[in-house]
DNA sequence: CTCGATGCAAACAATTTGCATAACA
DNA sequence: TGTTATGCAAATTGTTTGCATCGAG
């Protein structure tokens, strides 16, 4: 799809970026991961399957350029990694800010989005001034499958 | 307060854990800052006033160990350290487990309850069978305070 | 007394940084 | 051609761990 590559390269310039094969070939591949949440060193891996000659730091810092223009998400899952996943302004599609539910049993993460968070932030702005413009929300708790798996156990 | 003391002492003990002085000085010190969200170091310094003797190591670990019990509670604001509070569980008022509202002005931490975040448990249990059982939620934005400094110097 | 808890220092691991080289604009 | 990005390796730093000692139960 070199009409992708083509938005790539096209984002990085409008936000002031060089275009570099590296920073294509990183966009290009958590782009076609969409909801997977991958480490730097994740991301190195899957890289370097296609451009062999990049270096660990340069996946650092771009990663680090790229969510600071929030083309990419950070997510932080307290398991000793800082993940990244393409973010809305990143995909073509509008894939709206999305929030996430972890699970306890098996570790998978699932998306969720919600509107209900707006009338949170409404009420908020209201009884204490604070004007919301970004929000990391975490649910922890048991999904579906484990659910129905000790369910089963259990009887 | 000797009796906030013999309370730390049998929190402890209730969870099966032996009494030192410095687990119980370092729970002291921490909730003697609700609210305040406290480094590894920070909390090292703090304790080290009343107790000399203690390394950063058992800072670490009873931080790790009063958390696994959920007597404190971790915050991480993604500057590179995880932070601690004592939590509703370490403190006889009846302190809800709470949000967090961070100025990306000013950098000052706020906390509110909501129990709007039900309404969005309940929802997320009957559209995807999903069962909530903790969160973290973060809302990044503009305090009153800052609001005001910048509408001031706009006009 | 006995086992868990501590202090110290060394080990770890994710991330950052310095610097010479390469390559986009 | 000049500045920005890269690769490599070394440095950084929050956190963990091994081990001998200490102390709560």
Redesign the interface.
């Known amino acids: 799809m070199p009409e992708k590559q083509e938005q790539f390269k096209s984002l990085l310039k409008r936000n002031g970026l060089k275009v570099t094969t590296q920073r294509v070939v990183i966009l290009e591949e958590l782009s076609s991961r969409p909801g997977r949440h991958l480490t730097a060193e994740e991301i190195y891996d899957l890289v370097k399957k296609k451009y062999p000659e990049i270096g660990l730091a340069t996946v650092y810092r771009t990663i680090q350029l790229l969510s600071e223009l929030n083309l990419i998400d950070?997510l932080?899952l307290?398991d000793g990694y800082v993940r990244y996943e393409i973010g809305s302004k990143g995909q073509e599609e509008s894939c709206h800010h999305h929030h996430h539910?972890i699970?306890?049993d098996c570790g998978k993460v699932?998306a969720?989005q919600?509107d209900?968070?707006e009338?949170?932030?409404e009420?908020?702005k209201q009884t204490?001034?604070?004007?919301?413009?970004?929000?990391?929300?975490?649910?922890?708790?048991?999904?579906?499958k484990c659910?129905e798996q000790s369910n089963e156990s259990n009887s």
């Open positions: 950070k932080n307290d539910l699970c306890v699932y969720f919600d209900l968070l009338t949170l932030e009420r908020i204490m001034g604070f004007e919301v413009v970004d929000h990391e929300v975490k649910l922890y708790g048991h999904c579906k659910l």
